[in-house]
């Protein structure tokens, strides 16, 4: 059997499938391409009321790329909600290896010297696949999220891939798409060409909230 590798994960991306595992410490994967994918329509994201405030407070430091296999491990670890993850060492490793060739993404949000929450994804051309995310301090995942998205919009970014439908996913604008929707917009995200770090780190709260109303 032909072993895993970093470059046969990013030609899955490209063809709208995504590797999984049953659980942390399961060290096989399988591939999913789901019938109803959740996406968000960048150009319709919503940011509540409550937490454009808190993001005009700007109670946490934002950084990109600055810990990505902390945020994959506190992304992959158990919690009070969850006994374990879809995300394994084959899957951080990997995922790593991506980073370091500028595939693989992350955000950050920092409180007291401390990561207070972030996420982290696979970027191709147009596209920005979420993986997953986490939060320790209230808000820091719905911050990420929000940086994200400035990030994408500003970037030409055309598609943002959110994999799985939820409720709160939804509270933020997202919405669900059949499969053969999701790979229509994800060829023509594939012939675009975006800039993940365009948009600058010194960007204040109110200018990320900004980059999101503002029209493509």
Not at 105 to 126: F, Q, R, T
Request: hydrophobic share 40%.
């Amino acid at each position: 059997m032909m072993p895993l590798t970093a470059d046969i994960i990013l030609n899955a991306y490209a063809n709208g499938i995504f590797p999984m595992s049953d659980a942390r410490d399961d060290p096989e994967l399988f591939w999913v391409d789901p019938e109803r994918r959740g996406i968000f329509p960048l150009e319709a994201f919503h940011v509540p009321k409550s937490l454009a405030k808190t993001i005009r407070r700007a109670p946490f430091k934002i950084t990109v790329d600055q810990d990505f296999g902390q945020v994959m491990r506190e992304c992959a670890a158990a919690t009070t909600d969850r006994d374990s993850t879809w995300i394994n060492q084959t899957i951080l490793d990997l995922y790593a290896e991506l980073h370091g060739r500028g595939f693989a993404h992350s955000i950050e949000c920092w409180h007291d010297g401390k990561l207070a929450g972030g996420l982290y994804g696979i970027s191709l051309a147009g596209v920005f696949c979420g993986e997953s995310m986490f939060t320790r301090v209230t808000d820091a995942s719905k911050i990420a999220l929000t940086y994200l998205v400035a990030r994408l919009k500003h970037g030409g970014f055309t598609l943002l891939d959110a994999q799985f439908m939820t409720d709160h996913l939804a509270k933020f604008g997202a919405i669900e798409i059949d499969r053969e929707d999701y790979h229509r917009r994800l060829d023509k995200a594939l012939k675009v060409k975006s800039n993940f770090y365009s948009l600058s780190l010194d960007a204040s709260g109110s200018d990320i909230l900004q980059s999101i109303t503002q029209t493509s």
